[in-house]
């Protein structure tokens, strides 16, 4: 797998590969001769080949010399590699493929608004997410960078994907010995913990549909951290929650929900503090605790503020700021798993146009609120992990003229894992029932294809979704 790091092995290697390029450049002499003796050409065109040949033996050179340097290259266990031998210099190459097959089943009547039943039953493929990975570091083992790409195009925010491909993190940082660290470029912001654990790494096929309401997405900034042996803090100044791939001038994007979703904050500040009271911090990079796993836990606790101009929203207003917080406890064990996260987030606008009249009805604030607690426990002395997780988002319905029965939206997941060689290969099998109808909840009423949900003015929506992940 390795290069070999044994000089004489080496040594051996590029003597092999320099014979053979002597005798391939042999071979050329011999048949070119011959060729150009037969077709009677001018000898000057032999003199070309001789030198055709001493270029050959050149580069032959120069990869011996290559090789005697000592770069290395091949596959650690979880990514590709190339490296300088100092090991200053080393890329690290990797991809994600997650493929679904989605059955959906709801009542047929017209849950969209626009004058037609759906279907009742719905199935089909997906390829949900198609990524490619390039990170590591340059010129210094501090100096790191993290480049993706995802080509499920999914700029709508609903889950629509159309194969293109899309930047996701694209971000360079330093790493000092003392556990402080600086990054600047596009990452997610350092707020809920279900969105910051990769998609590869998750319980469930897909987070939970509180995350795809109140999560943070991806944003542009800098960001300072410090990591010590049981603390470590995150603090972002950046262009505010989903102002992913935007640019500076671009104005900020808000829904009838009164969440940002696209174009950029004049200003956005996010912390998040971790403290470990067992365990280490590898474990807790996913939610599954593998048989043999370290009893390990850890407190999450961040918040986030940013405001600006909603004039360019759908309030068409003044001026509007945002808040959140949330605060998580993660629990491993042998075999065993468990986490809990709460979120809030508040949302105050300045002449805001509710009717879309073009007139002022004066001032709207949101408080909503939104609930996650999952677990998983593998089967003993096997290699399948049932889970079962419950999610909840609260709206404001008093604000948002919403009547009593829009209050909640309660949404339960129960399914299995099956590890075939860890995540790097790993079947998933769940169904998601949404308990409530969407009726008049303004949080609950957006389709999102990639978790399996198309909205339903009745209850129990049913998703039985399939996965196979391959990781390389």
């Known amino acids: ?52 040949v001493s270029e050959m033996s050149a580069d032959a050179e120069t990869r011996s010399s290559l090789l005697q340097s000592g770069g290395t290259s091949g596959h650690d266990g979880r990514h590709f590699f190339l490296g300088s031998a100092d090991g200053n210099f080393r890329l690290e190459v990797s991809g994600q493929i997650q493929f679904r097959y989605y059955l959906n089943f ?3 009547n017209d849950n969209n608004g626009d004058g037609l039943s759906e279907d009742d039953f719905e199935s089909g493929f997906q390829t949900r997410r198609t990524k490619l990975f390039f990170e590591g570091h340059a010129f210094d083992p501090n100096l790191f960078y993290r480049l993706s790409g995802n080509f499920y195009d999914d700029t709508s925010g609903a889950g629509g994907g ?32 279900e969105e910051l654990v990769s998609s590869a790494y998750q319980l469930a096929a897909e987070r939970s549909g509180t995350n795809d309401i109140y999560s943070q997405g991806r944003s542009q900034g800098i960001q300072l951290g410090y990591e010590s042996e049981d603390f ?39 912390a998040r503090g971790e403290i470990k009271f067992a365990g280490n911090w590898d474990q807790f990079q996913d939610f599954t605790s593998m048989p043999g796993s370290d009893y390990a836990v850890m407190l999450g606790i ?50 805001a146009d509710l009717n879309g ?17 999952q677990f998983g426990i593998f089967i003993p002395d096997t290699d399948w992990e049932p889970f079962l997780r419950y999610d909840l988002t609260a709206p404001d319905t008093d604000e948002r003229n919403l009547n009593s029965d829009a209050e909640y939206f309660n949404t339960l997941t129960f399914g ?40 339903d003015d009745d209850e129990n929506e049913l998703a039985f979704r399939l996965q196979w992940q391959l990781l390389f």
């Open 162 to 193: 159309d194969g293109d491909l899309k930047l996701e993190d694209a971000f360079a940082g330093y790493r000092w010995d003392n556990g402080f660290s600086f990054m600047w470029g596009q990452f997610k912001l350092p707020f809920m913990r």
């Open 416 to 455: 299995v894992n099956y590890y075939m060689y860890g995540h790097a290969s790993k079947f998933t099998a769940d169904v998601v029932w949404y308990i409530d109808a969407v009726g008049d909840n303004a949080l609950g009423g957006v389709p999102n294809t990639g978790s399996g949900y198309l909205t």
């Open 357 to 373: 009249d073009g007139v002022s009805e004066g001032d709207v604030n949101f408080g909503d609120y939104g609930l996650v607690a």
């Open 302 to 351: 961040a918040g986030h503020l940013e405001g600006g101009d909603s004039s360019s929203s759908a309030f068409t207003g003044g001026d509007y700021n945002f808040y959140g917080w949330t605060a998580d406890i993660s629990v491993e064990g042998d075999g065993w798993n468990f986490f809990i996260a709460g979120v809030g987030e508040y949302s105050d606008y300045a002449d």
């Open 106 to 108: 709801r009542d047929d």
């Open 1 to 52: 797998m390795f290069v070999t790091n044994k000089s004489q092995n080496k040594e051996s290697l590029i003597m092999r590969q320099t014979s053979r390029l002597s005798l391939l450049a042999g071979a050329v002499v011999g048949i070119s001769g011959s060729a150009l003796a037969e077709s009677g050409q001018a000898w000057s065109n032999a003199d070309e080949v001789r030198a055709l």
């Open 232 to 270: 470590r803090l995150a603090v972002a100044f950046s262009d505010g929650f989903n102002s992913e791939n935007s640019e500076f001038s671009s104005p900020r994007g808000i829904t009838v929900t009164g969440f940002p979703n696209s174009g950029e904050a004049d200003y956005a500040f996010t």
